[in-house]
């Protein structure tokens, strides 16, 4: 059981550029999402997704792009890339169940735009 | 967005030492997460409190949720090296997105 996997684990960018960040998870969960992190702002959601077919955006969506062809995978596609989008991205999934929505991480992608 | 504020920010502390991190907020949360997160790598779940005045121990460490569901605390007795890292709060409200905390980073010197 792998979990929730990410590639690549560092890019770096140029301005204007166009990339997509990979995420695969291999728990069965129908919840995932994609978070950036910066210093001093702790996590912050970018979209997620309650299942396959079905996408939503969370607080700072602006300049990204998801889609949620399969319960695996949950691909952010980054537009034309800015200096503002330098940040650590992270994927997480969880499970339906419940009322908690526990997140299950991946190791997060590094990314910086010059 | 239900705002979740953590304190302290940051804690140095000796190896051996009691410490106790806050996270409150305005908003009542139907459950609440904390997370450790170590250098590189993704946070993990510690624990999720669901009801009200609900405690949970993890060996040294216990967990605690406020009567009105709004605030909870960490506390680590007796803090190791190995406690070293970002602790963060996460707070469910009524849908899937989970409102987080900036973090306390705790730094535990031997």
């Known amino acids: 059981n792998a979990g929730v996997t990410q590639t690549p684990k560092f890019q770096v960018l140029k301005t204007g550029q166009s990339m997509t960040l990979q995420c695969a998870q291999d728990?069965?969960?129908?919840?995932m999402s994609w978070y950036r992190q910066d210093p001093g702002m702790g996590l912050r959601l970018i979209h997620y997704?309650?299942?396959?077919?079905?996408?939503d955006q969370g607080e700072v969506p602006n300049g990204y792009n998801v889609s949620r062809s399969t319960t695996e995978d949950f691909p952010l596609r980054l537009l034309s890339a800015a200096p503002s989008q330098t940040s650590v991205y992270f994927c997480a999934s969880s499970y339906s169940g419940g009322v908690s929505y526990e997140q299950y991480f991946g190791p997060g992608t590094r990314l910086t735009v010059t | 967005t239900q705002l979740l504020e953590q304190s302290p920010q940051f804690l140095s502390i000796q190896e051996g030492e009691n410490l106790t991190v806050y996270c409150n907020s305005s908003?009542?949360?139907?459950?609440l997460q904390w997370y450790r997160q170590e250098p590189g790598e993704g946070p993990v779940l510690l624990v999720t409190v669901v009801t009200g005045g609900e405690v949970k121990k993890l060996k040294r460490l216990t967990f605690q949720f406020g009567d009105a569901r709004k605030d909870s605390s960490l506390h680590i007795t007796a803090a190791q090296p190995g406690d070293t890292g970002l602790y963060l709060c996460?707070?469910?409200?009524?849908?899937?997105?989970?409102?987080f905390g900036k973090g306390t980073s705790l730094l535990v010197t031997p």
């Open positions: 908003s009542v949360f139907s459950s």
């Open positions: 997704s309650v299942g396959a077919g079905i996408t």
């Open positions: 728990m069965n969960h129908e919840y």
């Open positions: 996460a707070g469910a409200g009524s849908g899937y997105a989970l409102n």
